[in-house]
């Protein structure tokens, strides 16, 4: 946000008439750059800011600041104020009781980002099937960490 602001400064602040720099030295290898790089539009990296001189900017800024204030505000007290929901009642109830169900478990495909809900026991099954495989996993006979 700060750097909106920023850029609203500066265009502000150069908005002014063009001075122009007809004087260019090629003394050292800095002013050489520089020319170079003036010359392809491009420029050094710089953080100046300008002083605040321009009043109707600087209200601008103020009111953006005040209301984004207070509609950080109004959501912090009404966190999905403005928002619709897009599942009717008996929707939301359904999808509300599957979240709360304790032998489902939620997780995330492997591909594609969609949601895969699998049933708890069939997950755990399978979590133990892997480990009792001994071409995939090795028990181990003490605690390793302690070497650590």
């Keep these: 946000m700060e750097l909106f602001f920023r850029n609203l400064r500066l265009k502000s602040f150069f908005s002014g008439p063009q001075v122009t720099d007809t004087a260019r030295s090629f003394s050292n290898e800095t002013n050489k750059t520089q020319l170079i790089l003036k010359e392809v539009g491009l420029q050094n990296r710089n953080s100046f800011t300008p002083l605040t001189t321009d009043v109707v900017v600087e209200s601008y800024i103020k009111l953006v600041k005040n209301y984004i204030n207070k509609l950080k505000s109004r959501l ?73």
């Excluded at 599957?98 to 489902?104: N, P, Q, Y």
Aim: glycine residues 6%; hydrophobic residues 40%.
């Design 76 to 148: 912090k007290i009404k966190p999905f104020l403005g928002v619709r929901p897009n599942l009717n009642k008996k929707d939301r109830m359904q999808l509300e009781m599957l979240l709360t169900h304790k032998d489902l478990i939620f997780k995330a495909a492997d591909k594609g980002g969609a949601l895969v809900v699998l049933d708890k026991g069939y997950d755990v099954t399978d979590i133990l099937t892997e480990l009792m495989d001994t071409n995939v996993s090795l028990k181990l006979t003490s605690d390793p960490l302690k070497n650590i």
